[in-house]
């Protein structure tokens, strides 16, 4: 188990004991993910983008066009990646103690432009096959003109950290004994029937690794 | 309808016609969430951390420790607050084109640290409510010393932008004959069952305002 980084950002503040610092458990929430949140200073305010990424190894590779606002940033600029999970919204007896069960990677870097060819083409695959396994193998791969409206930038995980909750409340002493269900409601995020697009132009089954998700 | 504000950070710069400008249409996005993530500078460094928020009429509030490193930007700073529905993955004819159905929506302004009791009450009671509907009334109160542990900020929705994205794919004209399946694979997050905490001390049924969301 490789230890994650703790940087002075990293260290964790508060609630040290939701904190984690194995590398394995880093990859794990980036990998159950489907979009990230990223965030940039643009003219000196934080900006907060909801976006698609994917992973290889330990670096993370976010995309965009490359007229957007948010890829922007000015060169040498850290930004930060945050992925979070939902899991459950804890119902403690005490509104103090409401929480929520989740799983969150935090990523802090300089992210670098890709520029090799190959690079940008591994990037862009990892992240059509984070939110669509096996598309990159089954749909039409981009051609020089799409590959030259995309920035492909690319993130080490070497400064990151992970939070996790997995609990049912938390109450204080005094207050189990009052009157008031407590536990956990589960969040849970499943697919629905596959919607096939009224345009198509013959009859093609949805694949299996779509319908079998 | 009330026109959200243009200012040059939430006039959008691309995909404009994913954009709404119906303040409706931004309540319904922020009432319909369960976590937002904040963006706010720590230390020159862009921080996006997933939080709990609720809203009245057109403030914002977030809350956290007093201690809590995010809360401890400094007075007068611009943070940025995303929230996201993720509402299906759009799997296209190419790769270029496959995107995702979502509902988000961005507001940015300078929290004001709220100081009056009574506001701090309803802010975290919107808080409470927003994951939680039904528990302000059923659970215990905060007291005077958690009150005092618990920092409340109040964030204009003034200036602030929506984005959604509710169709199939759009894929260029030469591809529409490829024998290749498109459409949209449907996002859906669901309540599990609520699991009681295995510490209860008495029999109390799961209340209907929990059970039967």
Redesign the interface.
């Known amino acids: 188990m490789t230890e994650l980084s703790s940087t ?2 990293t260290v964790l ?2 609630s040290k004991a939701r904190g984690r610092t194995d590398r394995a458990e880093l990859h794990a929430v980036l990998d159950a993910g ?2 990230c ?14 976006t ?1 990424y994917g992973r290889i190894g330990d670096t993370l590779y976010v995309h965009g ?1 490359t ?3 948010s890829l922007r940033t000015a060169p040498g600029d ?5 992925v ?1 999970h ?1 899991d ?2 804890v ?6 103690h ?1 929480s ?1 069960n ?1 799983r ?1 990677a ?1 990523i ?1 870097g300089v992210p670098r432009l890709v520029t090799d060819e190959d690079e940008r083409m591994a990037g ?1 695959a990892a992240i ?1 096959e984070q ?2 396994p096996g ?2 193998d ?6 020089r003109k ?1 590959m030259a409206a ?1 920035a492909v930038l690319a993130l080490s995980l070497e400064e990151a950290s992970v939070k996790m909750r997995a609990a ?2 938390s ?1 204080d002493d005094e ?28 009859d ?4 299996a690794h ?1 319908s079998g ?1």
């Open positions: 002075p950002r503040g508060r489907l979009i949140h990223l965030g940039v200073i643009v003219d000196g305010s934080p900006m907060v983008i909801p698609g066009s007229g957007a606002r850290t930004i930060c990646v945050t979070t939902l459950g919204i119902l403690a007896r005490s509104v103090f409401h929520v989740y969150s935090m802090y862009l059509t939110l669509a598309q990159w089954y749909a039409r791969l981009p051609n799409e995309t049912g409340p109450d207050d189990y004994d009052l009157p008031i269900w407590a536990g956990v409601l589960p969040v849970v995020t499943t697919w629905g029937v596959p919607e096939t697009d009224p345009k198509m132009t013959q093609v089954p949805v694949p779509i998700r």
